[in-house]
Nanobody, 129 residues
């Protein structure tokens, strides 16, 4: 059974880098056609897609966040990592990792699309000032 678990500091100072890790168990992040996303939900707001990385190590980011976002993987640990630099209080949110199999990958379907097979439970990140 595929399970996702987010981890990382729950409190980040403004201007610093938010770093989170998604540990995947029960399946390999490199298995064919898997897409692994980071999604966040600020307080009182809807879900916002942050970015993703594919099974073949291609990464894509939300246009509004791409200048500050980096998603990478550690295949030896079966982990997906998120780094969001220069954070502000507007980055305060519950951060989720999520995954799905996509046999016809096209990046334009992922902006605003939250149909994933696997979800982590989410981790609260607060950017304090």
């Amino acid at each position: 059974q595929v399970q996702l678990q987010e981890s990382g500091p729950g409190l980040v100072k403004p201007s610093q880098t938010l770093s989170l890790t998604c540990t995947v168990s029960g399946g390999s992040i490199t298995s064919d056609y898997y897409v692994w996303s980071w999604i966040r939900q600020p307080p009182g707001k809807g879900l916002e897609w942050v970015g993703l990385i594919t099974y073949d190590d291609s990464s894509y980011y939300s246009p509004s966040l791409k200048s500050r976002t980096s998603i990478s993987r550690d295949t030896s640990k079966n982990q997906i990592s998120l780094q969001l630099s220069s954070v502000t209080p507007e980055d305060t949110a519950v951060y989720y990792c999520a995954g799905r199999i996509d046999h016809s990958f096209a990046i334009n379907r992922y902006q605003g699309n939250y149909e994933y097979t696997y979800w982590g439970q989410g981790t609260q990140v607060t950017v304090s000032s």
